[in-house]
């Protein structure tokens, strides 16, 4: 059974930081794309950034290019998502995925997401 389990959401002040971090069990990480998204309630779950198989990097949003950044650890089965620059808009459920095409097609396994807000 494939599992993706979120960590290390939580409130976090404007200008601040907070890494994600996704734990993946049931398959085999290194022949998936990995990827972040988020979704705000009531609006439509948004692609961030993705990292390969072969670590190569796509970014769906432009504006977080320069804040974001995502990892991968193989061996240890783990993605992590580091955030910097926290703004109130970047409030949401952050959701790790895996697609085993690559970054740019659509995701075979979800997590159940991990909340963080970024609030004074």
């Known amino acids: 059974q494939v599992q993706l389990v979120e960590s290390g959401g939580g409130l976090v002040q404007p200008g601040g930081s907070l890494k994600l971090s996704c734990a993946v069990s049931?398959?085999?990480?290194?022949?998936?794309?990995m990827a972040w998204f988020r979704q705000v309630p009531g609006k439509e779950r948004e692609g961030l950034l993705c990292?390969?198989?072969?670590?190569?990097?796509?970014y769906y949003q432009d504006s977080v290019k320069s804040r974001f950044a995502i990892s991968r650890d193989t061996v240890a089965s783990t993605v992590e998502l580091q955030m910097n620059s926290l703004v109130p808009d970047d409030t949401a459920v952050y959701y790790c995925?895996?697609?085993?095409?690559?970054?740019?097609?659509?995701?075979?396994?979800w997590g159940k997401g991990t909340t963080v807000t970024v609030s004074s």
């Open positions: 995925a895996a697609a085993y095409l690559g970054c740019h097609y659509d995701m075979n396994y």
């Open positions: 049931g398959l085999t990480m290194g022949y998936y794309a």
């Open positions: 990292i390969s198989s072969n670590e190569g990097r796509v």
